[in-house]
T-cell receptor
Framework: QQQVKQSPQSLIVQKGGISIINCAYE??????FPWYQQFPGKGPALLIA?????SEKKEGRFTISFNKSAKQFSLHIMDSQPGDSATYFC???????????FGTGTRLKVLA | DAMVIQNPRYQVTQFGKPVTLSCSQT?????MYWYQQKSSQAPKLLFH???????NEADTPDNFQSRRPNTSFCFLDIRSPGLGDAAMYLC??????????FGPGTRLTVL
């Protein structure tokens, strides 16, 4: 119930392509879904986040798609660049609680 | 710029030798968290402070302690580091239980 399942574990994309990372959850009490980007040796940085009252949120090349009925959300990176090569974590939170439930992470490599 | 700062960035200690990691923040957030992250894994929450109230996760070993002397600073003490404690330690902050902002982390090596 408390898990967030993230896929794929790793992803290789050509420069200019679209990177898609998926997450699925069971707990319908989750109402905040952030994505974090982490470079090697650095802390996770908030990339983009969504609440379930919208189905899509876009910030630059990064888009979250949210499907409330399917309990799934995904990160799309358009025009992927080598500088996007990092590990991406999805997470879920219930408002008023403190504990992020993290996905297992996706290691993205964008080939030049 | 408002931020979360961790010192040192790299720490080497010997097996069993106590070590203290520090975190400071200029975001004026009232909640501070400590996470442990091992290679290729998601961050694992150790404990958090909501204002001055300390909250320990049930599975956090007794070997790990924390102090928060004021709003801006938080410390992680590892009383007797073992080889299994080698990891990245991440500090994060939030305003109440909203978005968490992470520091750059401290990489701990145990010899």
């Amino acid at each position: 119930q408390q898990q967030v399942k993230q896929s794929p574990q790793s992803l290789i994309v050509q420069k200019g392509g679209i990177s898609i990372i998926n997450c699925a959850y069971e707990n319908t009490a989750f109402d905040y879904f952030p994505w974090y980007q982490q470079f090697p040796g650095k802390g996770p940085a908030l990339l983009i986040a969504i609440r379930p009252d919208v189905s899509e949120k876009k910030e630059g090349r990064f888009t979250i798609s949210f499907n409330k009925s399917a309990k799934q959300f995904s990160l799309h990176i358009m025009d992927s660049q080598p500088g996007d090569s990092a590990t991406y974590f999805c997470a879920a939170l219930t408002s008023g609680t403190y504990k992020y439930i993290f996905g297992t992470g996706t290691r993205l490599k964008v080939l030049a | 710029d408002a931020m979360v700062i961790q010192n040192p960035r790299y720490q080497v200690t010997q097996f069993g030798k106590p070590v203290t990691l520090s975190c400071s923040q200029t975001l004026n957030h009232n909640v501070m968290y400590w996470y442990q992250q091992k290679s290729s894994q998601a961050p694992k929450l150790l404990f958090h402070y909501y204002d001055k109230d300390f909250n320990n996760e049930a599975d956090t070993p007794d070997n790990f302690q924390s102090r928060r002397p004021n709003t801006s600073f938080c410390f992680l003490d590892i009383r007797s580091p073992g080889l299994g404690d080698a990891a990245m330690y991440l500090c994060a902050t939030s305003r109440d239980f909203n978005t968490q902002y992470f520091g750059p982390g401290t990489r701990l090596t145990v010899l």
